[in-house]
């Protein structure tokens, strides 16, 4: 009888997954590098308002996020998550993290800090640089190094990476990961820009990695924007009705970003450089954002939306 019961349930068990995508779990530890901000990259995260996905169940973990794409789950963090996965995307993710020992049985990575904290700036020679789509590898970025290479970018963005020109863009405390993949977008045409191509065309990756390195651990100067009630409420709450995500979501609560993840600070940034990097990400001609995550959130601004937040955002210290 016992046996006839546990062929059943094999049985069972193989009709039910017979439908479903196969999950792949190595291929899912690559798609997972932007999940690990949140959820740590091994599915456990120390914040308490994310929740773990290490070894949870592979079934459910793929429903949550096809009812985060179709919205019959709603969350304004994981709704730009989920909305370009596919299938196979969310089978592999599902596959991966449920593979991933429980919290209680490992150690959690320390939170993901939002940007290099001053007093480690001062001593640190290397940063850890993770290339983003998929994190693949772990690169040294030597600090030192990066600022002899640096000598060619001061004039437009400051020896110190605090540009004064409005249209230049500060990289003063930015991730390190999200400058260095700027650099390799601008090489390979992914991001357009006539003056940056021009800088990085020489650049080798290590180059790259040295000068995000350098730039990362450079303290940025305060934001000089006007500030602005209505930008500071949609940055923080989006908007519901019109479908905008918050930006605190990815930019974090001071627009110091999330520096793991590549999402950039945004805080004390020069204006009229933010306004036109919204306008292009809502016109498509910067269309170098992973999912297009961006994208899809610009193309819902209006004029007057970026303005006022263009106004908080560069007043942020
Ligand atoms: C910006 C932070 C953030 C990022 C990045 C993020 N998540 Fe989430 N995730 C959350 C939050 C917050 C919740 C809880 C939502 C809620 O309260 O309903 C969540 C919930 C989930 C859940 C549901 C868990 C459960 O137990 O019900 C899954 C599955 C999930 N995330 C997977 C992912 C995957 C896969 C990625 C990467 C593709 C990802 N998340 C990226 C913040 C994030
Ligand atoms: C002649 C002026 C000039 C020089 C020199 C220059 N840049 Fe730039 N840089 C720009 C402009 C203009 C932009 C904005 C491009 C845009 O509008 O998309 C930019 C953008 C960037 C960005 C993107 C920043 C962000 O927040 O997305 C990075 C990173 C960057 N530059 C790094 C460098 C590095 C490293 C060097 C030296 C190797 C350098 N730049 C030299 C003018 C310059
Ligand atoms: C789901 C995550 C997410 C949300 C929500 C989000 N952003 Fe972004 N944002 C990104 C990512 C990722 C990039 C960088 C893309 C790239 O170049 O790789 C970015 C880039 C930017 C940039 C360009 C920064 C630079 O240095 O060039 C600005 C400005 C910006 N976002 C503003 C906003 C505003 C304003 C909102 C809210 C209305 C918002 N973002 C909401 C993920 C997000």
Do not use: W
């Amino acid at each position: 009888m016992k046996k006839i019961i546990f062929s059943l349930l094999l049985t069972v068990g193989a009709i039910s997954t017979a439908n479903a995508v196969q999950g792949d779990a190595a291929a899912g530890k690559e798609k997972a590098a932007m999940c690990g901000a949140c959820h740590g990259a091994t599915g456990v995260t120390p914040n308490p308002l994310y929740p773990d996905l290490a070894g949870q169940k592979d079934q459910y973990l793929v429903k949550q996020l096809a009812d985060f794409k179709s919205g019959a789950r709603t969350d304004m963090m994981m709704a730009p998550m989920a909305a370009n996965l596919s299938e196979q995307d969310m089978a592999d993710l599902a596959a991966y993290f449920s593979s991933q020992k429980r919290a209680s049985e490992q150690v959690a990575a320390p939170a993901e800090s939002a940007a290099t904290p001053a007093t480690a700036a001062a001593v640190a020679s290397k940063v850890e640089i993770v290339t983003s789509t998929p994190a693949k590898a772990i690169y040294a970025g030597d600090v030192k190094a990066g600022q002899e290479k640096s000598v060619m970018c001061a004039s437009c963005h400051g020896t110190d990476g605090n540009s004064v020109v409005p249209m230049y863009p500060k990289l003063a405390g930015q991730s390190a990961n999200y400058t260095a993949k700027q650099l390799a977008d601008f090489k390979s045409g992914e991001r357009k820009d006539p003056v940056m191509a021009g800088m990085v065309a020489a650049l080798s990756e290590q180059d790259m990695n040295d000068l995000a390195a350098y730039f990362a651990v450079q303290t940025p100067t305060a934001g000089t924007g006007e500030g602005s009630a209505i930008g500071e409420k949609l940055y923080f709450g989006g908007d519901v009705a019109k479908g905008i995500t918050a930006c605190v979501a990815c930019h974090g609560v001071k627009g110091k970003g999330m520096s793991q993840a590549a999402f950039p600070a945004v805080a004390g940034q020069n204006a009229d450089y933010l306004k036109k990097q919204i306008a292009s990400f809502r016109n498509g001609s910067r269309g170098n954002d992973n999912n297009s995550m961006m994208r899809n959130i610009a193309i819902k601004l209006s004029d007057n939306d970026i303005d006022e937040l263009v106004k908080y955002m560069s007043s942020l210290k």
